[in-house]
């Protein structure tokens, strides 16, 4: 009896419960090593807030709370310039195309017009030459012309107009970026109209 109690199996149950112990510390320790890493790095770990068009927009629309949306983005999925706050898009144009799902970017706005001259407007308008907006930068003077078209001769519609910005170009677009242009509010919605129905461009002052 005394050499089999020598050789006696060791309790299972000790063993057992000590395996779980040091399993449970060692779960411990990683949650505890992951909360310092959500803390130390809280951007990339959980996101950030970012602007993505809800749909597709076409270039020069007006930006509203339906064409946009939040989502948290991770910092290696977010580009530079992105925005993070719907405030920043409310109203503004749009200078290039985007599709649904594309996180908005500084650059995809036209500049926001500083005050102008008491009885001016700021209008959009899309030039039918590309190559000709290339020579235009804030500040120019410029005279707006509509191209002819059969029953509707060239035309100058407004003179003297102010450029206050010149959107991005899409590579793919056939015509030319949106141009933003301070007229005379007399003019302003008659030019902005007939540049939806005949092609426009500008000559140089």
Do not use: Y
């Amino acid at each position: 009896m005394d050499v089999l109690a020598k050789f006696r199996l060791p309790d299972l149950t000790r063993l057992q419960g000590r395996r779980t112990r040091l399993i449970r510390r060692w779960l411990a320790a990683c949650l505890l090593l992951t909360g310092a890493l959500l803390l130390v790095h809280p951007g990339s770990a959980r996101g950030a807030p970012t602007v993505l068009a809800a749909r597709d927009l076409p270039s020069g629309a007006t930006l509203r709370a339906a064409d946009v949306r939040l989502a948290d983005l991770p910092d290696q999925a977010r580009p530079l310039g992105v925005l993070s706050s719907l405030d920043a898009v409310d109203g503004r144009l749009l200078a290039g195309a985007v599709r649904a799902g594309e996180p908005l970017t500084d650059v995809r706005l036209a500049a926001i017009p500083g005050p102008g001259d008491p009885g001016t407007a700021t209008v959009p308008v899309r030039l039918a030459d590309a190559a000709v907006a290339e020579l235009l930068g804030p500040g120019r003077r410029v005279d707006v012309v509509a191209a002819p078209e059969p029953g509707a001769p060239a035309s100058v519609l407004a003179g003297g107009a102010t450029v206050v910005t010149v959107g991005h170009q899409e590579p793919s677009a056939t015509k030319g970026p949106l141009v933003l242009l301070r007229l005379p509010e007399a003019i302003a919605t008659r030019v902005a109209a007939i540049s939806l129905e005949r092609p426009v461009t500008v000559t140089l002052r």
